[in-house]
């Protein structure tokens, strides 16, 4: 069984950095994207950033330019850069990987269990 986890989150100070990291257990075949969702209190999950089969990625406005995102498909792993922080940015972060699997005979998630970040003004 696959599980992601996740490292790095944390405390911050408004215009400081963080680097979150994602490992998966097992290797996980057929990746179709990877990316980085963010969920604050009261407030429903968002996706913050992705990267794709063919090394695009994606932003959501609210990071562009301050956020980076990395991933390694033949090692399962995808990473976030997190710089300019703002106290909005206050989150847990959660990982996604989505991928193929011929059981299913369509496309899966896995989720990390979240980690927390906190930037503090």
């Known amino acids: 069984q696959v599980h992601l986890v996740e490292s790095g989150g944390g405390l911050a100070q408004a215009g400081g950095s963080l680097r979150l990291s994602c490992v998966s257990s097992?290797?996980?075949?057929?990746?179709?994207?990877m990316g980085w969702y963010r969920q604050a209190p009261g407030s429903q999950r968002e996706l913050v950033a992705s990267?794709?089969?063919?090394?695009?990625?994606m932003y959501a406005d609210f990071v562009k330019g301050r956020f980076t995102i990395a991933g390694d498909t033949a090692k399962s792993t995808v990473y976030l850069q997190m710089n300019r922080l703002k106290p909005e940015d206050t989150a847990v972060y959660y990982c996604?990987?989505?991928?193929?699997?011929?059981?299913?005979?369509?496309?899966?998630?896995?989720w990390g269990q979240g980690t927390q970040v906190t930037v503090s003004s």
């Open positions: 996604n990987v989505r991928a193929y699997r011929a059981d299913v005979m369509g496309l899966v998630d896995y």
């Open positions: 097992a290797r996980i075949l057929s990746i179709n994207s």
């Open positions: 990267i794709h089969s063919v090394d695009s990625t």
